[in-house]
């Protein structure tokens, strides 16, 4: 039952920790879009700096995300009861 509980909490940390990466890195993504629409509003001439900049940004953000499910599938799938919660399963 102990490895039932772990199971149960490292879903909740791993859910929750993939809801909070989106939230900041979509904050983070729109904000970064919104000032680059705004510096192409005001200098349409850099518009081609100005949009590779924001797409090596915004890349970069999103690996965040990226790394954050990576580590919540690490919680879910790797973790060091998984042959007990296998077992309770009824997996072989």
């Known amino acids: ?7 149960i909490a490292a879903v909740t940390a791993a859910g929750f920790g993939i809801a909070i ?34 797409l090596i940004g915004l890349a970069m953000i999103e690996s965040l995300c990226i790394y954050a499910l990576v580590v919540s599938l690490i919680l879910i799938f790797a973790h060091p009861q998984a042959g007990d919660i296998a077992a309770l399963l009824g997996a072989h």
Do not use: D, W
């Open 1 to 7: 039952m102990e490895a039932l509980q772990f199971f």
């Open 21 to 54: 990466a989106a939230f900041g890195c979509g904050l983070g993504q729109g904000l970064g879009l919104k000032s680059a629409v705004e510096g192409i509003a005001r200098n349409p001439e850099a518009s081609g700096k100005i949009t590779v900049t924001m």
